[in-house]
């Protein structure tokens, strides 16, 4: 999925009268620095997202991205905040970047940094809170690009 993909598909969900708040576009320097921050490197498909958008999306419960007034702001939907706190709270293996956070019920879905296939796409896991010895579930989602599909249908 590129930036042409996600501004097609933002557009097709606002034509249909879903509204959104994004954090807004991001420089690949934030980028970066959110990146070491974390110790890992997005994926190509996620990395368009946060050019894009940033993060954000659902008011209620956005996909993490990057306060651009804060990159490191541990603020709820900040990639760095979200992650982090999910590493301290439920031990979240540090190869795991948090993309989505219900702070209702508690579901993490993360992207796994090490699982990348060939085409740059990496998978998105269900990471339970439930238990510290819970480890990824099946793949809520093949790829991050396939997260929007469903986010923005």
């Given amino acids: 999925m ?3 993909d996600i501004k097609r598909l933002l557009a097709k969900a606002q034509e249909d009268g879903q509204t959104f708040e994004f ?6 320097d934030t ?5 070491n921050a974390l110790g890992v490197t997005f994926p190509p498909e996620y990395r368009a997202f946060l050019r894009e958008l940033g993060g954000g999306g659902g008011i209620d419960n956005p996909i993490s991205g990057i306060c651009a007034a804060d990159p490191l702001s541990e603020c709820r939907g ?5 992650t982090m706190r999910t590493r301290k709270e439920v031990h979240l293996p540090e190869h795991y970047v948090v993309v989505y956070f219900d702070f209702n019920t508690c ?3 993360v992207l796994d940094t090490t699982a990348v296939r060939d085409d740059g796409t990496t998978p998105v896991f269900d990471f ?4 510290a010895a819970t480890k990824r579930k099946p ?3 093949q790829s991050f690009g396939d997260l929007l599909r469903t986010w923005f249908g």
């Fill in 139 to 141: 793949a809520v989602e």
């Fill in 107 to 109: 579901a993490r879905w």
């Fill in 31 to 35: 980028i970066v620095t959110v990146e």
């Fill in 23 to 28: 954090f807004g576009p991001q420089t690949e």
């Fill in 128 to 131: 339970s809170s439930a238990s």
């Fill in 78 to 82: 900040s990639v760095y905040g979200d």
């Fill in 2 to 4: 590129n930036l042409d």
